[in-house]
């Protein structure tokens, strides 16, 4: 298997947990902030693509899907084209309320198919091009590439566990 086949393979697993996770929600689910001060599922698997989208298309030189695709309109949120939910306040956080968790599916699978369609462009020497001196050690495209599916995957992991929290202690408390 090549490193970009391996990268094609992790890319599209968050975008296959979502599907899992958002299987049947209710919208109440899906937007429950637990104790109030908590990411809600919504907000996660938003979050996730957020990151993702934003990094790769930096990366690939091009258009955000966010933007590209008009899924900034479809989620009629008011934030700015550029805010992926980085340092979000709770109330930050209960502004990402979506009714449809077909929204979220379908941003995150457009995302990961943009991901999928640049990973495989690139060479190994591509993976091996350092993109920021500004850390110790310097990062390569192929480990930025690794911490934005590492990320989108720790988020999906998040939202599959709020998802076992709230649906089984739901009582419309949260």
């Known amino acids: 298997m090549s490193a970009n086949e391996l990268l094609v393979d992790a890319a ?7 599907g899992e996770v958002l299987d049947g929600i209710t919208e109440d689910v899906l937007n429950c902030m637990p104790e ?7 907000w996660l698997i938003w979050h996730a693509a957020r990151q993702q989208d934003m990094q790769i ?33 709770p109330e930050d956080v209960a502004r990402v309320h979506v009714t449809d968790p077909d929204l979220l599916q379908g941003y995150l699978d457009s995302v990961t198919a943009a991901t999928v369609d640049y990973l495989r462009l690139l060479s190994d020497a ?19 590439i690794v911490s934005t599916i590492d990320d989108a995957a720790q ?11 709230v649906q089984d202690t739901w009582h419309g408390k949260y």
């Open 126 to 144: 591509d993976l091996d091009e350092i993109i920021d001196e500004s850390w110790d050690p310097p990062v390569t495209r192929g480990v930025r």
């Open 155 to 165: 988020h999906l992991g998040q939202a599959a566990y709020v998802r076992g929290l």
């Open 36 to 42: 109030g001060k908590h990411n809600s599922i919504a």
């Open 57 to 89: 298309a930096h990366l690939f030189g091009a258009e955000q899907v966010w933007t590209a695709q008009g899924w900034e309109r479809k989620f009629e949120l008011d934030r700015g084209a550029d805010d992926f939910g980085f340092g979000d306040t």
């Open 12 to 18: 599209q697993r968050p975008a296959q947990v979502a």
